[in-house]
Nanobody
Framework: VQLQASGGGLVQAGGSQRLSCAAS????????MGWFRQAPGKDREFVAA????????YYTDSVKGRFTISRDNAKNTVYLQMNSLNPEDTALYSC?????????????????WGQGTLVTVSS
């Protein structure tokens, strides 16, 4: 599975941005998918995850109420809508496909990773 993330860029604090991650090479529609991020000088952290049906979602506490993960299995694509962005959200955002249908917050659960898209939030 190849993953291509897009939608990153520079945004002002308080603004919104929508990330997309398209899977190719093999369908990911039966797998959980997730978004992780890595800020400069910090470890990678979990952001959000979604089940294969889209009926179960997990979020890290710092983004709850601001970010929404969704997916379109017909397009083999997962999205991350980010609202009320702040400078602490600045990071390289990567999507990943899980090893199965379950949802997980753990990076080790994910088998395939995209290159990532950089989001920079200015104050």
């Amino acid at each position: 599975v190849q993953l291509q993330a897009s939608g990153g860029g520079l945004v002002q604090a308080g603004g919104s941005q929508r990330l997309s991650c398209a899977a190719s090479g093999r369908t990911a529609s039966n797998n959980g998918m997730g978004w992780f991020r890595q800020a400069p000088g910090k470890d990678r952290e979990f952001v959000a995850a979604i089940s294969w049906r889209g009926d179960i979602t997990y979020y890290t506490d710092s983004v709850k109420g601001r970010f929404t993960i969704s997916r379109d299995n017909a397009k083999n694509t997962v999205y991350l809508q980010m609202n009320s962005l702040n400078p602490e959200d600045t990071a390289l955002y990567s999507c990943a496909v899980g090893r199965g249908s379950k949802v997980s917050t753990q990076a080790g659960h994910y088998a395939y990773w995209g290159q990532g898209t950089l989001v920079t939030v200015s104050s």
